[in-house]
């Protein structure tokens, strides 16, 4: 798919799950989704004010910015994280309301590495034309 210009609005799902998760410090940003065969996900985000500068190296500083996991039940899983010290950062949102059952929610563990969980296959969530519903 087309990479996708998702901007900070409370009426889409894609636009609250963004706010929900990035706080409100932006407006808008695009992001471009990656599948390889065997269905692991990528994400590409470019930011209009973003660092474009590389950093520095640093062995023991960690560079992750999220990543995400599948599981259909993403209210177990959670409580789960929760209850070995994580954080639910979110509310569970999702994707298509009232017409798909794709959920996802960001949540942080007890290290403070954020994740997504997704109840579906990132190639299925992010199929052609995602956002346009």
Same mark, same amino acid.
């Given at each position: 798919?087309?990479?996708?210009?998702?901007?900070?609005?409370? =009426? /889409?799902?894609?636009? !609250?799950?963004?706010?929900?998760?990035?706080? %409100? +410090?932006? +407006? =808008?940003?695009?992001?471009?989704?990656?599948?390889?065969?065997?269905?692991?996900?990528?994400?590409?985000?470019?930011?209009?004010?973003?660092?474009?500068?590389? $950093?520095?190296?640093?062995?023991?500083? /960690?560079?992750?910015?999220?990543?995400? !996991?599948?599981?259909?039940?993403? =209210? %177990?899983? !959670?409580?789960?994280?929760?209850?070995?010290?994580?954080?639910?950062?979110?509310? !569970?949102?999702?994707?298509?309301?009232?017409?798909? $059952?794709?959920?996802?929610?960001?949540? %942080?563990? $007890?290290?403070?590495?954020?994740?997504?969980?997704? /109840?579906?296959?990132?190639?299925? /969530?992010?199929?052609?034309?995602?956002?346009?519903?």
């Amino acid at each position: 798919m087309e990479p996708s210009t998702i901007k900070k609005e409370k =009426e /889409t799902a894609i636009g !609250i799950i963004c706010i929900d998760g990035f706080c %409100e +410090d932006w +407006d =808008e940003f695009k992001i471009a989704h990656l599948s390889t065969s065997d269905g692991v996900g990528v994400e590409i985000f470019s930011f209009p004010h973003g660092l474009k500068e590389a $950093p520095e190296f640093s062995l023991f500083n /960690t560079r992750l910015f999220h990543f995400s !996991i599948q599981d259909p039940n993403i =209210e %177990e899983l !959670i409580d789960k994280i929760v209850a070995y010290g994580g954080k639910q950062r979110m509310p !569970i949102r999702e994707y298509y309301p009232g017409e798909k $059952p794709f959920k996802m929610c960001y949540v %942080e563990d $007890p290290f403070g590495i954020v994740f997504e969980i997704y /109840t579906h296959s990132y190639e299925l /969530t992010y199929s052609s034309g995602a956002y346009t519903k």
